[in-house]
């Protein structure tokens, strides 16, 4: 036990805000498994919708102005918005920019970072897993190609068609998780992607890429080493894959 007076205070380095859906267990425990010397992660919740263009946008960033003002009172220095398929159906000038704005500080989301993440591998032709509806991929998909991103194919669990449902995604043990990406690849296929932040990934992660020979990324990785880089934090996290040890 080193003297108290050398003893930083918790957040020393960068205080990281942290929003997701009410019903997500898995990001929270996997950024915090990992979080760098003197960095500390503070989660608030949002409701997840479905369909935010209904109204254009309106309750979704509402919500979101929400979540930032909880934030805001942690004093944070750097706010996500770690949702895959929420922050790809909102357009991200108005998901940022509210989230900005709110907040005050620097921000992004589980979309730019998946995005920002595969350009750093130079990767530019994926393969996609998620435990999503196909109807869900395919959005997700279109997202991707928008962005000059090749999707080669995709896999899903169909898990995300109502709320017992989507509870389940995060007791789904790391191994299925691995068995279930493992199944998506391709050979021409330049990198994996694992889409969803209350999927069990950071296990699987590293068994993937010595089994592949290819990167992997998931939402969370992606958005954990968006969010470090974005405040500042350029230590090298080994164990979860190639994006957070060389880049």
């Given at each position: 036990?080193?003297?108290?007076?050398?003893?930083?205070?918790?957040?020393?380095?960068?205080?990281?805000?942290?929003?997701?859906?009410?019903?997500?267990?898995?990001?929270?425990?996997?950024?915090?498994?990992?979080?760098?010397?003197?960095?500390?992660?503070?989660?608030?919740?949002?409701?997840?919708?479905?369909?935010?263009?209904?109204?254009?946008?309106?309750?979704?960033?509402?919500?979101?102005?929400?979540?930032?003002?909880?934030?805001?009172?942690?004093?944070?220095?750097?706010?996500?918005?770690?949702?895959?398929?929420?922050?790809?159906?909102?357009?991200?000038?108005?998901?940022?920019?509210?989230?900005?704005?709110?907040?005050?500080?620097?921000?992004?989301?589980?979309?730019?970072?998946?995005?920002?993440?595969?350009?750093?591998?130079?990767?530019?032709?994926?393969?996609?897993?998620?435990?999503?509806?196909?109807?869900?991929?395919?959005?997700?998909?279109?997202?991707?190609?928008?962005?000059?991103?090749?999707?080669?194919?995709?896999?899903?669990?169909?898990?995300?068609?109502?709320?017992?449902?989507?509870?389940?995604?995060?007791?789904?043990?790391?191994?299925?998780?691995?068995?279930?990406?493992?199944?998506?690849?391709?050979?021409?296929?330049?990198?994996?992607?694992?889409?969803?932040?209350?999927?069990?990934?950071?296990?699987?992660?590293?068994?993937?890429?010595?089994?592949?020979?290819?990167?992997?990324?998931?939402?969370?990785?992606?958005?954990l080493w968006h969010c470090l880089r974005g405040?500042?934090?350029?230590?090298?996290?080994?164990?979860l894959g190639k994006l957070l040890r060389y880049?």
């Amino acid at each position: 036990m080193p003297p108290l007076d050398d003893i930083k205070p918790i957040g020393w380095r960068a205080k990281i805000g942290v929003i997701v859906p009410p019903s997500n267990t898995v990001n929270e425990a996997e950024f915090n498994r990992v979080a760098p010397d003197g960095v500390s992660f503070h989660f608030t919740r949002s409701p997840l919708h479905t369909q935010p263009e209904t109204d254009d946008f309106k309750q979704m960033l509402e919500d979101l102005q929400t979540a930032m003002s909880d934030l805001n009172a942690c004093v944070v220095d750097y706010a996500t918005y770690a949702c895959t398929a929420g922050s790809m159906a909102c357009p991200p000038e108005l998901l940022l920019k509210t989230m900005s704005d709110n907040g005050r500080l620097p921000a992004n989301s589980t979309a730019l970072a998946i995005i920002e993440a595969l350009r750093a591998l130079g990767a530019n032709r994926i393969v996609m897993a998620s435990p999503y509806t196909p109807e869900t991929n395919d959005h997700e998909q279109k997202y991707i190609e928008n962005h000059n991103i090749m999707v080669l194919g995709s896999v899903g669990l169909s898990l995300n068609t109502s709320l017992e449902k989507i509870q389940e995604i995060s007791r789904i043990p790391p191994t299925r998780v691995f068995e279930h990406a493992r199944a998506a690849d391709q050979e021409d296929a330049e990198a994996l992607l694992i889409c969803c932040t209350d999927f069990n990934t950071f296990d699987a992660i590293e068994p993937l890429e010595q089994a592949l020979g290819k990167p992997v990324i998931s939402s969370n990785s992606a958005t954990l080493w968006h969010c470090l880089r974005g405040a500042g934090i350029s230590d090298p996290i080994y164990g979860l894959g190639k994006l957070l040890r060389y880049h």
